[in-house]
């Protein structure tokens, strides 16, 4: 008979494939440790059918510790590290799947969240057609 068996269930080998897990899913927990450490901000997003809204966690933040760029279709968000380190600079970019009207885009704080408004462009509002009647 040959040494090698069907299954190995010895303790090592299991330990081996339980350390070796999380390698395909180091990013993720990457970036969950990074938001958990302050460096990345939460961020509520709200799509309507002429707005999108992003609200921002940034407690203790100030208007002037924050810049704000818009882009036809993305935002950038960047914040400035305060002294002592309490708060970590940071720098976000978000993807949007259609165009904005930028001069009408508005942000504002309120108890610690940034609100950012961001009117959908024309172009990319939906609209109902009307269909006519047959002749």
Do not use: H
Not at 21 to 50: H, I, K, Q, W
């Amino acid at each position: 008979m040959n040494d090698q068996t069907f299954f190995n269930l010895s303790p090592w080998n299991i330990l081996n494939d339980m350390i070796g897990f999380d390698r395909p899913f180091g990013s993720m927990f990457r970036t969950l440790a990074n938001r958990a450490e302050g460096r990345f901000p939460p961020v509520n997003c709200y799509v309507g059918d002429a707005t999108v809204v992003l609200d921002i966690e940034m407690p203790g933040r100030k208007p002037s510790d924050v810049d704000i760029s818009l882009e036809p279709q993305a935002v950038v968000v960047e914040g400035k590290a305060s002294e002592g380190a309490q708060q970590p600079a940071f720098k976000r970019r978000f993807e949007l799947d259609y165009p904005v009207d930028t001069d009408q885009a508005k942000a504002a704080f309120r108890n610690g969240v940034l609100r950012i408004e961001l009117p959908k462009a024309a172009q990319a509002v939906p609209k109902k057609i009307e269909i006519a009647p047959a002749d």
